[in-house]
């Protein structure tokens, strides 16, 4: 047996200096924590997220509200806004200690309580100042999963592996960096063992996804799309990562960059990407490895030794492939420092096994005791991550209510971002004058730097006294977009003050921003320049009155020539596709029309004819038809690219409800010399923009003969009567009968004619086709049928005539006996009857004529004649209605239970037989079947109804609500509509009276 040695004094010496040191170190920090709880990192645009944590929190709609995991944004939104410094500060610096635990409790579990110790020394050395930035509770929840992963690799069992699963997917409702590991640890078990439990891994890969189960739906019903991790965050670092990157891009957008569409997949183009260029790739990868390292080189080289040394070590090996994992997985993507802050004191772990040589194994009491407050660590966590999720899963109710913003600024109206949010929206549609007086609230309640700027800015947009504020603000280092946006206002602001020169140097400035400029490839990030974006939407706060003048200042400074440049006459038809408010488009369409008044000379064709195009394509996107369809009226721009421009155009401006737009575009093309393919094309577009005459009158000039052309007809006609123009639909479904038709497009056009009314002419039509099957006498059935409803009674006696002349299936010939019947045709109903042989139903004709005469007797006489034939489903539900039209309850039941004892499994017999115990006043027994017809079909309405109208009858209100419930819960159908008003209205009416 080995003998495992008991801590000497000196090591428990050595482990309280070290820990002593270590808590004083972190204490050192505290200055830090407290610069970092309130600064730039909690601006609205940081990589704080604090927005979209605000947004979650109150339930208010946000543009982008995925683009953050909910655990991450809405702890930093609570740390930012809604603590003071001095409880942010603590509780950042609870956390950082947490994590000192952490990492002791890792180092003791792993080696020994002095291996702990040294652990959380290195640890309190190595994190940067970033540690207490934004990710201050993602390495918290890091480090719980990574010692869940070593306590499973020193004893594997079930229990443990569910606890790491856990662990790993807490991690994953903050950041999805960890997302892949679950597949990587199973890969590597399997490899080292053969025989390693496919249940096991199975868990371990499924159970962390289940934590993002309510993300997932939530963000499915709000935008339709399956988001599983953060919605776009991380773009712009995997297109940069394949361009060659090695730090991250800052300020900017690298879809611009590379020319990417928001509709395309970012994967499969960095994918292409890195295929084409791998080298390139390659050497990025390793400069991101080397600046990593570089953070802290000791650590690095200090976790490397000790992981050669133990790498015979199982739980060693597992928590190096975390290391490792959490180090490469950020390389493989442009970096900054604060990426690689989870990955340190899981360094400083492995690093401290370089002591373990020397000292004792912790003590079983050591290892319960940390286990026991890690659990207790854990359990925290997991409760902050359930009222995040509560607030994920009730976000779409909350959001996609009316006025969720008024509503919870007047439950909260202490709350500044509740202010500025209603304030920023106000202005970015165009009204400053109303958001001024929001966010001067917010600044009131919170005076930071960016209340303060978008106070000055709504002022400034609405002409009020914004002097003082610009005056006294200087120009800072530009961290943010919000930075490049001030330095934009002051100019604007220097510029309406009289000072050009200044104001145009401020604008200068604003084009400098920093930006980073290692890459592997060289290439140009201009392309992805955050500016126009903020042109745009300064320039549409601003009122109608006064926007031309900021659009002429921005057009005379350098850099900000939007003017006569085709390229930028893309990027603001870019904008214009990407404005999240119809007031950007309407300002990106006035900076256009500036564009063609003031500089036409740049417009001239003859010097450059792709700018008419480019400008005629922008004012197309941007709405502005008519201003497209003047430019392309010149004789230079014809030809068959121009009139496919042109047809799509009318498409989009029909689309918009810009149907008089759309008609006059398509004027102009019918002018013009169109091959058969863009006939067809015109035709289609007169349809869709409602210009039905006009779209007949093209399909007559075509050759049609084909049977889409037929198709293409009666959907004319169906949409003109669905729009109420009646004659044209009649006049599109006669120039399709004069055309020469086959059997089923003859069919089809009798039911374009019958969908419309005309009954005689579709009559008219089934007579020229080969009429005999089922199908067709269901037609002509249901020719009738609308007629008849139509109060049409000859076209529907003509219909069941030619029916009659047909070769008739027994169901279609009762359907046309009881059509006749329907019109008082009682002769030709009988006729019928005779003919099919159906004594049955004859009686029970003359039982429903004797019961309208009031012949009882007779009635019955026939009814008994039939009651104990083999009948038909709909022939045994008139014999039922019949026997109750008689008061006849008990002789209805006897069919009825005959019937279930056929049909032991339909619902609809049951209730009619509970309906029938009420009428004989046997309540018991009624209660029982429509209790069997709920089991029977949950989902059917009527036994609801039923049953809870009994209960209300005899003073039993709580049961009769407690069926209402149930019925309202269940699954509805149009046909159910008036049922469930019915026991909506009965349920309305026990709630409002007096409990009896």
Known sequence: ??????????????????????????????????????????????DYHVERGEALLHGVPLYGFARAMPSYSVPNAFLCDHLSNSSSTALRFAVLLACAFLVFALGALLYSALCGAGAAFLYSLAPPASESGERWLYTLAALIAAYFLVRRAKSPSPAKSAWLAAGLGATLLMLSSLCLFPFLLALYERARDRRARWRDAAALCLLPFLFLVPWIVMNWRLTGRFVVFEDGRVDDNILTGALGFVRTMGIGDSRKMVGLSLSQNVFAWAALQILRHPLNFLSAVGQRAAYAASLHPLLVLGAAASIWTMRR??????????????I??????????????????????????????????????LKAMSSAAVSALFGVLLAVQASVLWLVSSYPARAQAAQALDREIVKHPGDAWLWSERGMSLLREGRPAQASGDLGRAFGLDPSRDREINYAWSLLA??????????????????????IRELMLR?????????????AASEIAALKYKRSSETAGGSDIAAGSPVP??????????????????IEFFSGVPGFEFAGKSASAEAWLDMADTAEKPNQRRAALEILAFNSAKRPAALDASSDPEKMWSLALSYRDIGGYSRSLAIMKRPEMAGPKASDMLLDMAAMAAKGDQRRAALDILAFVEGTKLDPERTLRLALAYRDAGGYSRSLAVMKRMDMAAPKDVYMLLDLAARAA?????????????????????????RSLA?????????????????????????DAGMLLDLAVRAARDHRRPAALESLSFAETLRLEPESLRSLALGYRALGETGSAARVRRRMGDDAGLELDRAEDALASGDRMSALAHLARVRDSSLVEAEARRLILLYQGLREYAGALEVVKRRILARPGDAQWRNDSGVLHALLGEREEAVSDWNSAIALDPDSLAPYLSLGSLYASVNRRKEALDVYQRAVSRRHTKEDADVLRRILAERRNLLAAPPR
């Open 533 to 550: 974006h903020l042109v745009l939407e300064i320039i549409a706060s601003w009122p109608a009155a006064t926007r031309p003048a900021v």
């Open 328 to 365: 490469s997985i950020h390389c493989l993507m442009p970096v900054q420092e604060n990426y690689f802050v989870p990955a340190w004191p899981i360094l400083a772990v492995l690093a401290s096994g370089l002591l373990s040589a020397w000292t004792a194994p912790s003590s079983a009491r």
């Open 1 to 46: 047996m080995l003998e495992i040695k008991a801590a000497v004094r000196w090591e428990r010496i050595a482990t309280a200096v070290l820990l002593l040191c270590a808590a004083g170190q972190l204490m050192s920090r505290v200055p830090k924590i407290a610069e970092a709880s309130r600064g730039e990192y909690c601006r609205a645009d940081s």
């Open 462 to 483: 609405r002409g009020g006294p914004a002097a003082r504020i610009w005056e006294r603000r200087r120009p800072g280092r530009i961290f943010m977009v919000s930075d």
């Open 751 to 775: 039911l374009a004619y019958r969908d419309i009314g005309d009954y005689s002419r579709s009559l008219a039509v089934l007579k020229r086709a080969d009429l005999s099957g089922p199908k």
């Open 722 to 746: 669905k729009d109420g123009r009646r004659p044209a639909a009649l006049a599109g479904l006669a120039f399709a009968e004069s055309l020469r038709l086959d059997p089923e497009r003859i």
């Open 313 to 326: 070590r199982e739980d060693c090996r597992q928590l190096a492939l975390l290391a490792g994992y959490l």
């Open 491 to 503: 100019g604007i602001y220097l510029a309406l003050d009289g000072r050009r020169t200044q104001a």
